[in-house]
């Protein structure tokens, strides 16, 4: 259920709806929008009558929400959600770019490719410091020292560190150095851990599951929110179907789909989700013209020495073309690349 | 196997290839490209020995071709193929536009599509005679009655045709009327149909199965060319997975996948391959900017109303609208937009 | 629409109904049943009106029918379909094995093969002469002198004869020497060789396509049995997954779905659905506990010499073993294993 | 790396091969068998040379294992594992049945159903306290009052208690109360859960996840194993694919698979995995001759009323007709039925 103020109403007309909702057993969420506010209504206590709210002063109405996700939803806020970063924003009319290796493999790794990419004007660090694994044996990441490092390559940079979050465990720690939390596609179903991120107040790029629907995204969207943390951007990042040559099928279709149902920023990884550095160009274009909000890549300045998944990370000539190519895409799609060419002294 | 010819060899050197191939019992196949020949060889019995080729005048080498497919593989032809429709070509630096109703339903209605279609410059019409369809109680098409009205409207607006054959029966009688055969994606295992088109010479629209791998694909169309049909233009049009919001999931990583694999144009349909109209401007734009050669899209005057699949159909204004978008993207691409926007007196 | 008749009607009353439903431009279907004859109503001219026939003589019933699938529905014939093939049954309380080579490789090969399973009681022998293959390159059969082969081997050992049909070309020529029709899973959206079936009384084994659903593939035996031939087994024989250890995913859900919304028999085959041999026993034994009327099982005597999916085939002993687990295992679901341990002299 | 060492070895022979393993910064698991005593050899710090190894006393062979899964695999330990829980066995000879509600939602509703069920000799019931689920707005269990009610239905019955374990944080509680833990298939892939039960000793249940192939969910046997605990129970729950007619896919290939890869064992959930309870009987039968060691069903007194999924929910006379058919099957496939009808008073 969503309650529709009217535009301009009085400050007192909200809090007494939401009064309303609390004496019911429900939770209110404020949702503010440029033209009018609006207060979703959750919880597991059965359904709400409309008629309830339809009588009260300043509502406009009172609609029953069809889908089974509710705030993340574009029926319960039309205008697009803008995730601030610092002094940058995701969503809206930007096109943002992550970039950065797999995992952080060294200090003087991280520390050089953060310097080319800031050179080449790329504002958000892309590394994992701990990272999940389906084999027991296989690295599983540098771990707090990795952290140290990433945010030793943001304080040289000026750029914002973008790292994952693998269990409610490591979350504090995680979140103490990065800007925004990446939350894994093997993660995407951990309802405790998305709970745990909703209580915090961190950007937080939640990727898709890679057998997940575009609702169940949306659900597990709705999970951190319904905590209270708005700060969410989604990510597509390839799904698990019969083709075998690609490690994954990148679902471009997500993109539009994600933009009709819901008003959260939608970014795209076209490096996991072909597995091919060849691949990696041509799809990253056609995300953008998709409508996609960004792009999260893998860049890599020696990929056959990557220590995980060197064959989908470009090289920086062929990461420094595709920019110019964005650069170029971009104003035809209405956004503007979130690149910073001004002059970094150290 | 592949030979390799040197550049400008003497016509004898290339028959005498040829002649050795045969008297081995396998067929040869010549491959024209811009700056030499080489020679494909197929056949079912077994391996051929290099060094049987490699001694022999004007060879320069003998190379063993890694991939199922041979004749359709870039690593035989290198150049990309461009199919020849009338005095349009497909492929190469040409962006395709094909357009029209799902289902050819009465002389009105296509003769009022195709002008409106023409009047925006489009120069391919696309509509199906024949439908094959899951249920057998549903309409299957207008069948011999809508190739003539089809052929009406090229007559009337100077447009090549694209319609589906859907069985050898029917192939002769289609191909009269068409000028490019559509194989749809229930057809793409029906080898006896694709070595039928193979021993044509009519260009053919090869439709990807919706579980189909890129390399059954692949080998699909080198059925096709096996038999002598070099006039194959692939399409992607959406494949079966979990995701139910979609009606398929259209596979737009298959682009840069058969432009790496195969020298053959491909083309993208966003109509099918998402099932929704709302998607296939973006998917269409998307499909441009993943170095597609083309788009097949259904457009109906009044989708309400289409015998089927009108959810799925863009209006004429939509549809103009991305024609505007598409002006603006293809020389990004490298690529000019094939419309014919000079006057029609009919 | 279905209309039910009563009990021991006059069959004058059959015929009246019949009549109104073609004076209504639709067809007919009469389907006997023990207790009563229904009459199915098909054609795609629009919605019946129930009440046309509720106040006819003898009619119990007008019903609409819920599924899309109609004739093969077990709403309309609730008791299951036996099909006839020589003197002996497939459905009902028989459980059938098909067994035999992928492929007729020579005389001597299917003579073999044949007189060994003959001796363990084997009454169905299959082997394909026509192989349809994803590529233009492999082994494509012995096609007719397959034929000869096969029809060979039925006289010598009295079994009946199983093999493929590839497309309308060949239909009556392999019809001539098969005893049941084999229609692959790439042909079963072959929608005209489907209705060419139709017309013909043939017993047909129609295998599921490996990513179609359990409704398509009874709305492509409701295109058999449109056209008037009920004699259609169905066949699960794997479907396309995200899977890589098996080549298929054998759908063994399928079996009691079918059993469920179907009248007609169904077959399971676990050397095509799994892929590889040690899989097939356990399978097999899996397939009959879960309600299949039958198994149609790969046999080579020398499955490493096999020219097709050796690696998928049961060696003689394996097979004579499986045998012994069915004898058991078929009583305990309500079946009789259908061998015949009768010493033949030929 | 596996080390086999001879049979009837001095203990001091496999401590030095211990010794060796750990001086060259890698671990050691010492896997007793029957006749031998193995060593795998783990860590992520490259290949180890098997020469060091096959000189040394005592030893027979150092083979390098070509399965990223080691210690769960068939090669490192050929006899099946059985699984202890207080005085029953998982696993070998046994064919368990653990049977229940989805959720535990009253306390009883779980002492009605737990009484009843260990009439009819049921050993093990399972029933949800903590309940992952995809809506934020879904019940999610009783928790702590739940694991108190199942600890009194199991106080009053002698049965074992079989319930989920959601995440780290509530691991410890639940594994005081529960006899087994279950991991749900959205758990398959929390690497930092897998490690925490690796921790413990506690028997745990581990689903597949509904899009991992079984070499992942044989990797996530290795991560628990790995860390120690080797009481691992696999389960089968059905795999996400492109039909709809079932929830799932059950997929019954996984069982053969299990069982010639690995030594553990492997049960198999009908009621997630088909999400129907009509298909439940028959493919609980097909999964036991198939070869699983066992089955988890859910029985509810009146579905219609379950909080969830009452429609995959045998009635309790339905799951007794099924219990008499598997008691009949079992000898067949060498398995003894794990029913205890010896009377109880409580």
Redesign the interface.
Same mark, same amino acid.
């Given at each position: 259920m969503l309650i529709l103020m009217k535009p301009d109403v009085p400050r007192e007309d909200v809090e007494q709806v939401k009064e309303k909702i609390q004496s019911l057993g429900f939770r209110s969420h404020e949702i503010p929008g440029a033209q009018r506010i609006a207060i979703g209504i959750?919880? #597991?206590k059965g359904r709400v009558d409309p008629d309830l709210f339809k009588s009260m002063s300043g509502v406009l109405d009172a609609v029953p929400v069809s889908k089974?996700f509710?705030l993340v939803s574009r029926e319960v806020k039309h205008e697009d959600t803008v995730v601030r970063v610092g002094a940058d924003n995701i969503g809206g009319r930007m096109l943002t770019v992550i970039a950065g290796p797999c995992s952080v493999e060294s200090r003087d790794q991280i520390l050089e490719i953060a310097s080319m990419l800031r050179e080449m004007g790329v504002k958000f660090l892309r590394g994992g410091a701990f990272k999940?694994?389906?084999?027991?044996?296989? /690295?599983?990441g540098l771990k707090a020292d990795g952290l140290e490092f990433l945010r030793e390559a943001a304080e040289k940079t000026g750029m914002h560190i973008v790292t994952e979050v693998?269990?409610?465990?490591t979350l504090s720690l995680v979140a103490e150095y990065a800007d925004v939390l990446q939350l894994g596609a093997? #993660?995407m179903? #951990? /309802?405790?851990?998305l709970?745990k991120i909703g209580e915090t107040n961190k950007p937080v790029l939640l990727k898709r599951g890679?057998?997940a629907?575009?609702?169940?995204l949306l659900?597990a969207a709705?999970?951190i929110v319904?905590r209270g943390n708005y700060n969410v951007i989604l990510c597509e990042r390839g799904?698990?179907? /019969?083709?075998?040559?690609?490690r994954n099928?990148?679902?471009? #279709?997500a993109?539009?789909?994600v933009?009709?149902l819901s008003h959260l920023p939608i970014l795209v990884d076209p490096s996991h989700?072909?597995g091919s550095w060849?691949?990696v160009p041509?799809?990253a274009?056609?995300?953008?013209?998709?409508?996609a909000d960004g792009l999260i890549i893998e860049v890599h300045p020696d990929p056959e020495k990557a220590l995980s998944d060197g064959f989908q990370s470009l090289r920086p000539d062929t990461f420094r073309r595709l920019m110019d190519?964005l650069q170029?895409?971009a104003p035809?799609m209405g956004k503007s690349l979130s690149l910073d060419t001004s002059v970094v002294t150290t």
């Open positions: 959750t919880g #597991n089974p509710k999940p694994r389906s084999s027991p044996y296989a /690295f599983q693998k269990d409610t465990e093997r #993660n179903y #951990n /309802f405790s851990l709970e890679f057998s629907t575009v609702e169940e659900m709705e999970y319904a799904i698990r179907t /019969f083709e075998t040559y690609t099928t990148l679902d471009l #279709n993109v539009p789909l933009k009709k989700g072909t060849e691949l041509p799809m274009q056609a995300a953008v013209a998709a409508g190519r170029e895409l035809m």
